[in-house]
Nanobody
Framework: QVQLVESGGGLVQPGGSLRLSCAAS????????MGWYRQAPGKQRELVAS???????NYADSVKGRFTISRENAKNTVYMQMNSLKPEDTAVYYC???????????????WGQGIQVTVSS
């Protein structure tokens, strides 16, 4: 019913930049929030950044000042500009959307398939 498709990951050198994109599609009635999580090998999945429909944003302390989340509501798309990347940013990044679908439905979280970001020289 709902798909989240991520793009923009890859390999980058320390200090470099990447821009992740995530587009939500399907029978979407309303999106309440979109965001990005990441999971490094051997670690738990953690919130990186989120953005609500009201415009509020939230960032993990480790990325504040380096990452910027933004949304294009008309396209149900969320972006994350990642600058000054560090090796410790290496992880699989997952897009998340808190939304309600059209018709009899419940509000719940949806996840993308994940995209690899590797920061290495």
């Amino acid at each position: 019913q709902v798909q989240l498709v991520e793009s923009g990951g890859g390999l980058v050198q320390p200090g470099g930049s990447l821009r992740l994109s995530c587009a939500a599609s399907g029978r979407i009635f309303s999106i309440y929030a979109m965001g990005w999580y990441r999971q490094a090998p051997g670690k738990q999945r953690e919130l990186v950044a989120s953005s609500t429909s009201g415009g509020s944003t939230n960032y993990a302390d480790s990325v504040k000042g380096r990452f910027t989340i933004s949304r294009e509501n008309a396209k149900n798309t969320v972006y994350m500009q990642m600058n000054s990347l560090k090796p410790e940013d290496t992880a699989v990044y997952y897009c998340n959307a808190d939304l309600r679908t059209v018709g009899p439905s419940s509000r719940r979280d949806y996840w993308g398939q994940g995209i690899q970001v590797t920061v290495s020289s």
